[in-house]
């Protein structure tokens, strides 16, 4: 029997915090470019070479992260991040517990909330609903997806078929 594809996501990192910050570096940078340009203050040039390529690679980096799920009819296909991808592939016939919990927006700047072990996987992009997944292994996975929360009464009933 083929896979067919039930539930595909994909995100970009958007936490508007961390932009407005790489935001302000870069008009400082533009500023510090414009004085070294009309001679007013001395710099180096390899100074501000090297702090543009930093900024550059800021937002490269911020462009680059994606977090994607799939879901099949066998299994549940997680990916993210930017130079070090993690990838993730769990056959729904492990999946042991299903669990679909909201996190107060407060707790996404502590930790989420939730208690971190070797066997307990948190993914996701500032979001603060979640699938709370565990597998007959006893790993723990938690999915933050405000789209697949939406999402949840044909999810929950994929899942405990």
């Known amino acids: 029997m083929s896979e067919k594809k039930v539930y595909k996501e994909k995100q970009r990192f958007h936490i508007w915090g961390v932009y ?4 302000v570096f870069t008009v400082m940078f533009m ?4 004085l070294f340009l009309m001679g007013s203050v001395d710099f180096g040039w390899q100074n501000t070479v090297i702090t543009g390529l930093l900024i550059a690679a800021m937002w490269g980096l911020l462009y680059r ?15 993210y991040g930017v130079l070090i991808r993690s990838k993730y592939k769990i056959p729904l016939e492990d999946i042991t517990f299903v669990e679909f919990v909201e996190i107060p927006e407060a707790a996404l700047w502590s930790g989420w909330g939730i208690p971190f072990s070797s066997n307990c996987h948190v993914m996701g992009i ?8 565990r597998t007959s292994s006893g790993e723990s996975f938690y ?19």
């Open 31 to 34: 500023i510090k470019v414009v």
């Open 143 to 161: 999915i933050f997806s405000n789209k697949l929360y939406e999402q949840k009464q044909r999810i929950n009933h994929l899942l405990r078929a």
């Open 20 to 23: 407005a910050v790489v935001a």
């Open 65 to 79: 992260f994606t977090f994607r799920i799939k879901l099949t009819n066998h299994n549940l296909r997680i990916r």
């Open 126 to 133: 500032g979001d603060n609903k979640a699938l709370h997944l």
